[in-house]
T-cell receptor, first 114, second 114 residues
Framework: AQSVTQLGSHVSVSEGALVLLRCNYS??????LFWYVQYPNQGLQLLLK??????LVKGINGFEAEFKKSETSFHLTKPSAHMSDAAEYFC????????????FGAGTTVTVRA | DAGVIQSPRHEVTEMGQEVTLRCKPI?????LFWYRQTMMRGLELLIY????????DSGMPEDRFSAKMPNASFSTLKIQPSEPRDSAVYFC????????????FGSGTRLTVV
C-alpha cells in the first residue's frame, strides 16, 4: 500500500524567501506523485505531477519538485515566495496496485510574511 | 470545460434533516470521488466510482451516508438524518481512468448542521 508523509504541518516564510515543502512517500512499485494547492474556500488544484521521465518537474506559479527515488522523496520548492502563495499544500501518491487511487498527505499550511 | 461542478456551495440545515449534495464530473472522466474535509480529520475519501459503479465505500462513516451515480454526468451524496458532526466541506473530484492522471476537484459544498 502507498502512503505519504508531509514533514511540517505549518511553514512560515518571508516574502521573497525560498519555499521548501517536504514530502516522503512509501510505495511498493514505481509511484506517480502529485502536489496540490488549496487556497482558502476553494477546492484542491493540481500544481504539478511526476509520472515518468525527467525527475525535476515544473508546475504552475513557479513551483517545481524533484523525484528522488533513493530518498523516496518528492519535495516542493519555489525560489521566491509571494504573498499569493499562502495556502495549504498536499502531496499525493498513486500506483497501479491500487487502481491509481491517490493517497494524500496531511497537508502543509504555508503563511507568507511581508 | 467548466470543470467539476458541485451544488450547493453552502448548505445550512437542522439536525435530523436530509441533505443531498450534487456533483457533475468533467465529461469523459470515468472515475468520481467524494471526499470530506475537516480541521480535525483532514481529507477523507468517502467513496469512489468507476464507470458509474461504486468500487470502494469503506470510507462512508455510517449508514446515514449514501451515494449514487445514476449516469456518467451526475452523482449525489445523501446524508439522512444529518447530525452536527457531519458539518464539513464535501468535495467531489473526477479523473480519467488509468495511469498518471490526477484528480480534478470541484469547489466543494460547505455543510453546516445546526
Amino acid at each position: 500500500a502507498q502512503s505519504v508523509t508531509q514533514l511540517g504541518s505549518h511553514v512560515s516564510v518571508s516574502e521573497g524567501a525560498l519555499v521548501l515543502l517536504r514530502c516522503n512517500y512509501s510505495s511498493s512499485v514505481p509511484p506517480y506523485l502529485f502536489w496540490y494547492v488549496q487556497y482558502p474556500n476553494q477546492g484542491l488544484q493540481l500544481l504539478l505531477k511526476y509520472t515518468t521521465g525527467a525527475t525535476l518537474v515544473k508546475g504552475i506559479n513557479g513551483f517545481e519538485a524533484e523525484f528522488k527515488k533513493s530518498e523516496t522523496s518528492f519535495h516542493l520548492t519555489k525560489p521566491s515566495a509571494h504573498m499569493s502563495d499562502a495556502a495549504e499544500y498536499f502531496c499525493a501518491v498513486s500506483d497501479r496496485t491500487n487502481d491509481y487511487k491517490l493517497s494524500f498527505g496531511a497537508g502543509t499550511t504555508v503563511t507568507v510574511r511581508a | 470545460d467548466a470543470g467539476v461542478i458541485q451544488s450547493p456551495r453552502h448548505e445550512v440545515t437542522e439536525m435530523g434533516q436530509e441533505v443531498t449534495l450534487r456533483c457533475k464530473p468533467i465529461s469523459g472522466h470515468n472515475s468520481l470521488f467524494w471526499y470530506r474535509q475537516t480541521m480535525m480529520r483532514g481529507l477523507e475519501l468517502l467513496i469512489y466510482f468507476n464507470n458509474n459503479v461504486p468500487i470502494d465505500d469503506s470510507g462512508m462513516p455510517e449508514d446515514r451516508f449514501s451515494a449514487k451515480m445514476p449516469n456518467a454526468s451526475f452523482s449525489t451524496l445523501k446524508i439522512q438524518p444529518s447530525e452536527p458532526r457531519d458539518s464539513a466541506v464535501y468535495f467531489c473530484a473526477s479523473r480519467e481512468t488509468g495511469a498518471g492522471y490526477g484528480y480534478t476537484f470541484g469547489s466543494g459544498t460547505r455543510l453546516t448542521v445546526v
